[in-house]
């Protein structure tokens, strides 16, 4: 048994709570017809005013505004306040309703079936859908991409950020689509200032990638390198202009990144940041050793190993909780999320999106009983 608590900007319906207040309290979201007692939230992605909920059983829950079909919810629902179940017809009668990821653009999103076939939903005007020339909007359905992955790879990851979009495929190749001007999908392809679909980043070909993020101008890759991890960034963010990635002896760190920064969690806890810190997006010093890290637009959650929920960076419309100051910024230290759980629940994972922030908990299905 799940429940998964939401607070932040809530404009469109983003957080499910059926209403459009932003919130600065950890607050139950609505989620309609979910299935499986002992199902829960495996990943989180989020569009600027849309968020999508990934489960265990490969069930796909979203809220927010459904413009274009971004949701992947019916043409005629303009936004869902409470989280709806995803299910999307496949053109030969039958409804899809089960997927192993997602992801998500500022209008659009993906929605990747276990049979890796990716359909694209929503608005994108670089290039981000990956539908080819032509293709800005998706109108009244999803619409499936053809001819991609190549025959006989399957996805591993898909990350992405506001307007582009990059794929980690089991052969170990990455492929992209989308904005390119500032060098995210590769220096080879910035002449090209918009990929329309999805094209393989050859600049990368000779690295054997294990991690990806995506932040707002860039791409931040984790390859194997003998023993260790290379860090290689792809883009032209001014926030990063002075960082200078190298090679980490731990191979099990871990990749995610804001809009303005990249941060590396170390299988030793420790997180350690670059890039945009004038909104307190950066790591605090007084950081507690952290199990997951959560990057949203301009601020990040954190599990710690004991179970406790922190955030810090731009928390303006309420993402990072009551311990801020006037202008919404956690300043030099992170704020505490708090809130209320009976005996036998626990924190399982956190998520962020643009100004919103997501933490599930969880109760084991035998004290459930």
């Not at 983003?14 to 209403?19: E, F, K």
């Not at 050859?202 to 194997?224: H, I, P, Q, Y």
């Not at 810190?277 to 637009?297: I, K, T, Y």
């Amino acid at each position: 048994m799940s429940l998964i608590l939401a607070l932040g900007s809530n404009s469109s319906g983003q957080l499910g709570l059926s209403h459009l207040d932003d919130v600065s309290h950890p607050t139950p979201a609505r989620l309609l017809h979910q299935s499986f007692e002992d199902d829960h939230p495996i990943s989180i992605a989020a569009g600027g005013n849309h968020t999508l909920i990934l489960y265990k059983s490969g069930a796909v829950f979203a809220a927010g505004s459904n413009a274009f079909c971004c949701c992947g919810l019916r043409a005629d629902v303009e936004r869902s306040e409470t989280f709806e179940r995803v299910m999307l017809d496949d053109g030969k009668g039958a409804l899809i309703d089960r997927f192993k990821c997602v992801a998500a653009t500022w209008e659009a999103s993906f929605f990747i079936t276990r049979d890796d076939v990716i359909y694209v939903a929503g608005r994108g005007l670089k290039g981000e859908l990956g539908l080819g020339e032509g293709w800005s909007e998706t109108v009244s359905a999803p619409k499936a991409m053809a001819k991609f992955p190549p025959e006989g790879a399957s996805i591993e990851k898909i990350a992405s950020c506001m307007g582009h979009v990059v794929v980690l495929l089991s052969s170990g190749e990455l492929w992209g689509w989308g904005a390119s001007r500032k060098g995210q999908l590769g220096p080879s392809l910035e002449g090209a200032a918009v990929v329309p679909e999805p094209v393989k980043m050859k600049d990368f070909s000779k690295l054997e990638v294990m991690d990806v993020a995506c932040g707002r101008d860039f791409t931040v890759l984790g390859a194997k390198l003998n023993r260790g991890l290379e860090i290689v960034l792809a883009g032209k963010s001014r926030w990063l202009s002075d960082w200078k990635p190298g090679v980490l002896s731990d191979i099990s760190t871990s990749l995610t990144a804001c809009w303005s920064s990249v941060y590396l969690l170390t299988s030793e806890s420790k997180v350690l940041g670059f890039g945009r810190g004038d909104r307190g997006q950066l790591p605090p010093a007084d950081l507690p050793p952290l199990a997951q890290v959560a990057s949203g637009s301009e601020h990040c959650l954190g599990l710690t190993r004991d179970g406790r929920v922190l955030a810090w960076g731009w928390g303006e419309h309420g993402n990072c909780g009551v311990e801020v100051d006037e202008h919404g910024v956690t300043t030099d230290s992170f704020s505490r999320m708090m809130f209320d759980m009976e005996p036998g629940w626990s924190v399982s994972m956190v998520g962020a999106g643009c100004a919103t922030s997501f933490i599930v908990i969880r109760k084991p299905p035998e004290l459930a009983a």
